[in-house]
């Protein structure tokens, strides 16, 4: 890295610090057990760092979002010194380090950042990692995350690289409980830094949790789902998480017509 790369990201990491401290995040002590930081965090310049697709990527739709397709946590991305993925690899080690919900930190193998194009036009938002995403260190893997791939590659026709997925929460709460109000709250500084730096134009928020807390809304989600929201710039669309879809086929016809009302926003053909 060069002089100048150096600088900005001195800058940068300064600039957030700020951001972060006056969002109430002021203490980034090291978790107990916060041995091993998200992939962002910790392999960037791994060739193998680089998020497989849960299912095999069909080919890019002459339709996809036309921004470039540069993953976060892709060497190639860092090569060239993206600021995106510089400013999120700060963001992510302090996740790593962060023991703000002391049973969340205490209890996870390691936090869960995020991962996908820093540049994506659409940022999908869960909950929470379950346990595999806590041994693996990435959302939306296993089951959940195979039809999360399903619904954007098969329903929205758009490669899985070409979103960034995150939670509301970074910690796997114990028992895969919904995470409370105040780890909610305790968290959402870095997600609010982490949409700062993506800036997408689009947000799905994926189940009540999600929705609720991204909104700032006390609702349920058929009440938030067929209405399309705001967070800052970006416009926001809710459906079910892909947990509630595999536990509830019947509400799978309800969830593509939500991805339909967000593929309307977005100008991809239906
Ligand atoms: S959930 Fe977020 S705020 Fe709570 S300990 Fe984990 S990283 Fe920190």
Known sequence: MDKLSKTSLNYLLSEYLEDLKRSGVQDFKRAPRASTPSR?????????????????????????????????SSPESSVGGDPRVAELRLISE?????????ELASNRTQTVFGTGDP?????????GPGAEEDLR???FVGRSGKLLTDMIEKGMRIPRSSVFICNIVRCRPPGNRNPTGEEATACRPFLDATLKVVAPKYICCLGSIAATNLLGVESSLGRLRGVVHSYGDAKVVCTYHPAYLLRNPSAKKDAWQDLQLLMSEMGLPR
């Open 40 to 72: 962002l965090a910790s392999r960037p310049s791994d060739s193998t760092a680089r998020p497989e697709p849960v299912a095999s990527p069909p080919s890019p739709s002459p339709s996809a979002p036309s921004r470039a397709r540069r993953d976060a």
């Open 94 to 102: 302090q996740v790593a380090q962060c023991s703000r919900c002391a």
């Open 119 to 127: 540049h994506a036009e659409l940022v999908f938002i869960g909950e």
């Open 137 to 139: 260190g990435e959302p």
